[in-house]
Structures are given as C-alpha cells and as structure tokens.
C-alpha cells in the first residue's frame, strides 16, 4: 500500500511563505501526476497544483505564480513552495498521486496551512 506523508505546514503571518513536502512510503511503485490540493471546513478540495512525471505543471487559478510546484520522480516526492500567502489560503492541504501503470489515486492526511496575523 502506497501511503503520502505530509510535511510543512503551520501558521505563518501574511505575506509569509512555506514549503510543504511529501514523501512516500509503504509499497513502492511508480507515481504520475502528483499533486496538492486545499480544502476548506465543509467544502470539496480544489486543486491547487499537480505535476507530471514529464515534469508539466498545472496550477489553481487563485495562485496567480505565488507557488511553485516541483518534484523528485526518483523518490516519489513532491513539493509545494508557498509565497504571498494570503488568510484566505488557510486550509488543509492534501498531497495526491496517481498510479502510473494502476491509475489508482492515493491522497495523504493532509497538512494545516493557517494564515493570520
């Protein structure tokens, strides 16, 4: 069982920055696309951004090149550069990966982002 471990997240002051990491662990098989995305109290998680094992990029609308995503394929793991953070930003964040030959989808436990002064 592949499993996604989150790191990095906290509180920090507004216009701050933080970097979120995941590794995996568990089975090890190759991943495609991985990726973060928020969720906030009550709502569906919306993508904030994903990779390609070709290394291609895809970014929430709202990031407007705030973050930047980037990410190792030898390991398995994936970070998020977070700047400029906004109040609005705090959420959790969720790593996920797809499988490249299952296409299954894995998420981790997710990581609190609180943005506030």
């Known amino acids: 069982q592949v499993q996604l471990v989150e790191s990095g997240g906290g509180l920090v002051q507004p216009g701050g920055s933080l970097k979120l990491s995941c590794v995996t662990s568990g089975s090890i098989v190759r991943l495609d696309n991985m990726g973060w995305y928020r969720q906030f109290a009550g709502n569906v998680r919306e993508l904030v951004a994903s990779i390609t094992s070709g290394g291609s990029t895809n970014y929430g609308d709202f990031v407007k090149g705030r973050f930047t995503i980037s990410g190792d394929n030898a390991k398995n793991t994936v970070y998020l550069q977070m700047n400029s953070l906004k109040p609005e930003d705090t959420a959790v964040y969720y790593c996920?990966?797809?499988?490249?030959?299952?296409?299954?989808?894995?998420w981790g436990q997710g990581t609190q982002v609180t943005v506030s002064s």
């Open positions: 996920h990966a797809i499988g490249f030959y299952s296409r299954n989808s894995y």
